[in-house]
């Protein structure tokens, strides 16, 4: 399988996090770094999470610097190099944590100001009922059709 490490540096505003995910996440810190992979990832257009297509990756590690503020996000992406890509602006926010699920909400805004929603849920073992939940009523509150999500378990 050809990989690619694509490691994109977020900053995480807590003015913008939802309240239980704040809650969450300060309870949890310690526990986020590590393996995860991608169940679900959703888009308003669907050519971006399509075979080969920028925002299909594969959720890999994450590394989590409370000191610094920073989390690393490391993704499979399908090259066999390590290097940065860009895709335009992207807003990442957490929106739900936990111990073994993570639902994360990006905006994304192309090199030709095309605006694209995007959701996931990552997990580190086997995912959560109350993780999928959440996923789908934030998959469903952004206007992602059930027919634009990808399901990476069965992929």
């Known amino acids: 399988m050809k990989v690619l490490f694509l490691t994109l540096f977020l900053a995480v505003v807590c003015a913008a996090q939802d309240e239980e995910a704040e809650q969450s996440l300060s309870e949890v810190p310690g526990t986020l770094s590590g393996q995860w992979r991608t169940v679900y990832i959703g888009s308003t257009n669907p050519k971006k999470i399509q075979e080969n297509g920028p925002f299909r990756t594969y959720f890999r590690k994450l ?55 995007l959701t996931g849920l990552f997990v580190k073992l086997n995912f959560e009922e109350e993780g999928l939940e959440k996923f789908r009523q934030l998959t469903e509150q952004k206007g992602i059709e059930e027919k634009n999500v990808v399901n990476f378990i069965e992929n």
């Open 63 to 117: 590394v989590f610097d409370d000191e610094k503020g920073t989390v690393d996000f490391y993704f499979y992406v399908n090259t066999c190099r390590r290097r940065h890509l860009n895709e335009g602006q992207n807003e990442f926010k957490v929106i739900s944590v936990s111990k073994t699920h993570l639902v994360a909400h990006n905006v994304n805004v192309d090199d030709d100001g095309n605006r694209t929603e």
